[in-house]
C-alpha cells in the first residue's frame, strides 16, 4: 500500500500540495481526481522520491521510495511517458531498466508481449506514436512484477481498443492483490475503471471514498416518471405525501423515492406509466460540483473578445502589473 501522512509541498509561497493524508489500499484500483494545478503529479513524484516534501511523509509498503533495494520490483510507475532514450529501441529501453534492478533479460520480452510492442521492439522509441509510447511506458512499470503500480494520465494516445486494454489491465493487477493507483482526466474511463477515489483541489484533500458514495454525496439522484394519466398520478403523489416537480414534455422528477415505491403506487392505482427510471449524475457531474470552487483556470463559453477589445484588456492588465 501507499501511505501519506501530513504531505506539503511548497515552490516559494506557492503551495503545491497541503498537508495531504490518505491510504492507497490493494486490491482495488483508487482513482486519483482534481482539476489541472490541483498537485497530483506533484504527489505521484513525491511518492517515487522525484521532489522532496517540505513536510510530511510518504511511505510505499512501509518505506520511503530511496530505501527501496530494486525498486522497480515493489513500485512501478508511468508518469511521463517520453521520459525515454529516444535513441534506444524498445527493447534496450527496457533492457537497461531490467539490467539496472536485476530483472532477468527474458522479463523485457515477456512485458513487450504483453502491452503488444513485440513486434516493433527492435525500432527506436524515437519513432514511436505517443500510443505507442504510453505502451513501452507501461511496459516499463509492468517489468519489474511490482505489487505497487502507478499511472499518470495512462490512456493518453490509446485507441479504442488500447483503452479498453488497459482498463482490463489494471483491474486484473488490483484482482491479483495489488495496489494500483491511476490519475486520468478521461471521467468516463475512471468511472467504468476505479472502485475507490481520492479527491484534491488546490492541493487539499477533496473526498476519499467509494466511487458509488462519492456520486451519491455530490449529485442529485431522483426518478423519472412519464404517465398519460398525469393527473391521477399527481393526486397519488400528493395522497401518499410524495413531492413531484414537472420538468417538461410531461415528465415528472420525484426525489426521495425509490423507482419500485412509485412503481407499486401507480399499480394501486391503476395508473399507466410510460417511463420509470431512476436517474443518478455521471462521475464527470459529481466532479464538477465537488471543485467547482477549486478549479485554478476558467474558460468562458462565449465567443471571444474582438482583438481591439482583448488588445484594450492586455493593456490596462500591464499597467496594474506596473
Not at 537497461?96 to 532477468?104: D, F, K, T, V, W
Not at 412503481?263 to 460540483?289: D, K, Y
Request: charged share 20%.
Amino acid at each position: 500500500m501507499i501511505e501519506l501522512e501530513g504531505l506539503t509541498k511548497r515552490y516559494g509561497e506557492k503551495v503545491a500540495v497541503n498537508n495531504l493524508t490518505f491510504t492507497v489500499q490493494p486490491g482495488i484500483v483508487t482513482g486519483f481526481l482534481g482539476p489541472n494545478g490541483a498537485g497530483k503529479t506533484t504527489t505521484m513524484r513525491m511518492v517515487l522520491g522525484l521532489d522532496r516534501p517540505t513536510a510530511g511523509d510518504v511511505r510505499i509498503e512501509g518505506k520511503r521510495y530511496d530505501q527501496l533495494k530494486d525498486p522497480l520490483k515493489s513500485v512501478g510507475a508511468l508518469l511521463d511517458a517520453k521520459a525515454l532514450h529516444g535513441g534506444r529501441t524498445a527493447f534496450n529501453h527496457l533492457l537497461c531498466l531490467a539490467q539496472s534492478n536485476g530483472i532477468p533479460r527474458q522479463r523485457v520480452h515477456e512485458v513487450l508481449d504483453t502491452v503488444g510492442l513485440t513486434a516493433v521492439a527492435k525500432k527506436k522509441a524515437k519513432g514511436f506514436s505517443l500510443g505507442m509510447g504510453q505502451r513501452l511506458g507501461i511496459a516499463g512499470a509492468l517489468l519489474g512484477d511490482p505489487r505497487i503500480l502507478m499511472f499518470d494520465e495512462p490512456v493518453n494516445g490509446l485507441d479504442p481498443e488500447g483503452i479498453h486494454w488497459i482498463r482490463m489491465l489494471m483491474k486484473s493487477l488490483a484482482q491479483q492483490g495489488r495496489t494500483v493507483f491511476v490519475s486520468s482526466h478521461l471521467m468516463s474511463e475512471m468511472a467504468l475503471t476505479a472502485d475507490h477515489l481520492v479527491v484534491i483541489g488546490q492541493g487539499r484533500l477533496l473526498a476519499d471514498t467509494s466511487m458509488a458514495d462519492f456520486i451519491q454525496r455530490n449529485s442529485r439522484s431522483y426518478v423519472r416518471v412519464r404517465s398519460p394519466q398525469r393527473e391521477q398520478l399527481l393526486d397519488a403523489f400528493h395522497e401518499a405525501g410524495i413531492t413531484a416537480v414537472e420538468s417538461g414534455s410531461g415528465v415528472l422528477e420525484v426525489d426521495g423515492s425509490k423507482a419500485e415505491q412509485i412503481g407499486e403506487l401507480a399499480a394501486r392505482h391503476q395508473i399507466v406509466l410510460h417511463e420509470l427510471s431512476p436517474q443518478q449524475a455521471s462521475l464527470e457531474e459529481a466532479f464538477m460540483q465537488l471543485t467547482a470552487e477549486s478549479v485554478e483556470y476558467h474558460a468562458h463559453s462565449g465567443p471571444p473578445a474582438p482583438a481591439q477589445q482583448q488588445q484594450q484588456q492586455w493593456g490596462d492588465d500591464w499597467k496594474k502589473k506596473g
